[in-house]
């Protein structure tokens, strides 16, 4: 399987709730980048590996809680989340940090998360 | 805090039509690209331009960037259904951290 895969496709979670996104990247890419995306809103940049140290953390609560065990995997741990919290949740993966400014990101699909 | 207006937010159109999409800042930039996002997708690259005035052409799609790299066209012609999409811009300022326009949001009716 090639590209930015991301799991589950579609989450539906209750506030008091603890899940987990999945996302996986076969490109032998060294940077992995959490986004956000609301309606009418633009892409919120949450969170970034590089070589699976985290580089940025973009203010983001901790009931959102990133985790990189190796270049080729990324997860997001949700907790105790709000419904203003519902959003599509993006995964997206680089050559190496600095080279987005060339080759750009490769997102994955997307998890659809509905908080009730 | 550097924001990039995008404009407009929505179109429709028969196909066959041409368009044009704005993405504009206040900021300068070193490198803006251009994304397009199907429903239920994520963003694919387009484009990226680095140079002021660049102009870029992918088939059917023109990009330019501004002179003084503030802003940035994407021209479509003889848009076709398989166009429609959200389009979105993303620009830095020299590191790797692209912020994004709130997109356009095309439709293109068959």
């Known amino acids: 399987e090639t590209g930015v895969t991301q799991t589950p496709r579609h989450l539906v979670m209750g506030m008091t709730n603890k899940k987990s996104l999945k996302c996986e990247q076969h490109l032998g890419h060294n940077a992995m980048y959490w986004y956000k995306q609301s309606a009418k809103k633009p892409l919120e940049l949450m969170f970034v590996?590089?070589?699976?140290?985290?580089?940025e953390n973009n203010s983001v609560p901790s009931r959102f809680s990133p985790e990189c065990p190796n270049s080729s995997h990324l997860f997001l741990h949700l907790h105790t989340l709000q419904p203003e919290d519902s959003a599509l949740y993006l995964c997206a993966s680089s050559q190496g940090a600095g080279t987005t400014l060339k080759y750009g990101y490769t997102f994955g699909s997307g998890t659809r998360l509905t908080v009730v | 805090t550097q924001l990039l207006e995008q404009s407009p937010q929505f179109l429709s159109i028969q196909e066959g039509e041409n368009l044009t999409v704005y993405c504009n800042s206040s900021?300068?930039?070193?490198?803006l690209q251009w994304y397009r996002q199907e429903p239920g997708e994520g963003p694919v690259l387009l484009v990226t331009v680095v140079t002021g005035g660049e102009v870029k052409k992918l088939k059917r799609l023109t990009f330019q960037f501004g002179d003084a790299r503030k802003d940035s066209s994407l021209h479509i012609t003889a848009a076709q259904p398989g166009d429609t999409g959200l389009y979105l811009c993303a620009a830095t300022s020299g590191t790797y951290k692209y912020i994004f326009g709130t997109g356009t949001r095309l439709k293109v009716l068959a």
């Open positions: 590996y590089n070589f699976k140290e985290q580089t």
């Open positions: 900021s300068v930039f070193s490198s």
